[in-house]
């Protein structure tokens, strides 16, 4: 699986952002998709996660209710709409993809497939 990101910027807080990633290769449809985020020193941590069976969606408590994650099976998609956005959510996000469900507690050590990051700037 081939895990392209964008949409990332330079935003005043309380602003928003729309992040995408377009899947490419093996069947799309035996993985589940989610976003992580790295900030500067800091370890990659979960940001959301989606299952295409039901749309379940998951969320790390620090963007619950302000984010939404989101796909599009037919375009091998999925989104990260983010609003009332914080200088705290300043970070490069990743999208990711692994055959397991993507949840609060998976660790990015065990995720199979990475986008290239897209760097989100929040100004105060």
């Known amino acids: 699986v081939q895990l392209q990101a964008s949409g990332g910027g330079l935003v005043q807080a309380g602003g928003s952002l729309r992040l995408s990633c377009a899947a490419s290769g093996r069947t799309f449809s035996n993985y589940y998709m989610g976003w992580f985020r790295q900030a500067p020193g800091k370890e990659r941590e979960f940001v959301a996660g989606i299952s295409w069976i039901g749309g379940s969606t998951y969320y790390a408590d620090s963007v619950k209710g302000r984010f939404t994650i989101s796909s599009d099976n037919g375009k091998n998609s999925v989104s990260l709409q983010m609003n009332s956005l914080k200088p705290e959510d300043t970070a490069v996000y990743y999208c990711?993809?692994?055959?397991?469900?993507?949840?609060?507690?998976?660790?990015?050590?065990?995720?199979?497939?990475w986008g290239q990051g897209t760097q989100v700037t929040v100004s105060s």
């Open positions: 990711a993809g692994d055959i397991k469900l993507i949840t609060k507690t998976s660790l990015s050590k065990d995720i199979d497939y």
